[in-house]
C-alpha cells in the first residue's frame, strides 16, 4: 500500500465511528438500515478491517453522511471521483435492466441520479414514489418507451421526457438502451 492509501485508512474507523455517534445510533441499528453486519461494521471501526467500496456505500448512506467526507483530509479541497469500475449497481430491478447509482448517497430520497442500462427489449418497472416526485429521462443512446400512470411515449437519443413518478411508471427499452434518470422527489 501507499503512503497516501494507508492515511485514507487510517482516517475510516474514527469518522465511522463519530458518524454513527453523531446520529445517535447503535451497532446494531447501522447494522440494520446498511445491511451490513453488526460484528462487520464494529471490526470496521476498530480498524480490523478495511470496507469494500459497496460495504462502505451503504455504511454511509445508513449514517447519512458524504463518502468523500469520510476519507479525506479536514479542511482540504476536494474532487470526489467515483471510478467506472467502483460505481454501485442494481441488477436486481426490471428485466435485461442495470442500474447504475451517480448520485451521492445523502441525497437518496431527495435528488437521486441514476445510469440505466438496458439489454435488448430490458424493461424497469416502478411503483409510484412519493407524491409530487419526478423522473426526468434523457436517452443516451437508444430507443424507449415511458408509461406514467395512463400517458405513454417513446423517445430517441437526445429526448429528455419529464413525468410523474407517484404513479405507476415503467421504462421500456426497444432494442438496446442507455439513459440517465434524475428522480427528484418532492
Known amino acids: 500500500m501507499t503512503d497516501e492509501t494507508d492515511a485514507i485508512l ?3 474507523p474514527a469518522r465511522l465511528k463519530e458518524a454513527r455517534r453523531v446520529q445517535g445510533l447503535s451497532l446494531d441499528a447501522v447494522a440494520k438500515l446498511s445491511g451490513v453486519s453488526r460484528s462487520m461494521v464494529s471490526q470496521i471501526e476498530r480498524g480490523e478491517s478495511s470496507p469494500t ?4 456505500w451503504n455504511l454511509t448512506k445508513a449514517l447519512q453522511v458524504d463518502f468523500a467526507g469520510l ?3 479536514q479542511g482540504s479541497a476536494f474532487i470526489e471521483v467515483l471510478r467506472a469500475a467502483d460505481v454501485p449497481q442494481i441488477e436486481a430491478r426490471g428485466t435485461g435492466c442495470v442500474i447504475r447509482i451517480l448520485s451521492a448517497p445523502e441525497d437518496a430520497g431527495m435528488h437521486e441520479v441514476y445510469e440505466l442500462r438496458f439489454a435488448d427489449g430490458g424493461v424497469l418497472d416502478s411503483q409510484a414514489h412519493r407524491r409530487g416526485a419526478r423522473e426526468h429521462l434523457t436517452v443516451i443512446e437508444g430507443v424507449v418507451d415511458v408509461m406514467s400512470g395512463e400517458s405513454s ?3 430517441s437519443a437526445g429526448d429528455t421526457a419529464r413525468y410523474a413518478a407517484d404513479v405507476a411508471h415503467r421504462i421500456s427499452a426497444v432494442g438496446a438502451a442507455r439513459a440517465f434518470l434524475i428522480v427528484k422527489n418532492a
Open 10 to 12: 487510517s482516517l475510516l
Open 53 to 56: 467500496i459497496a460495504t462502505l
Open 71 to 73: 476519507l479525506e483530509e
Open 153 to 155: 411515449e417513446r423517445i
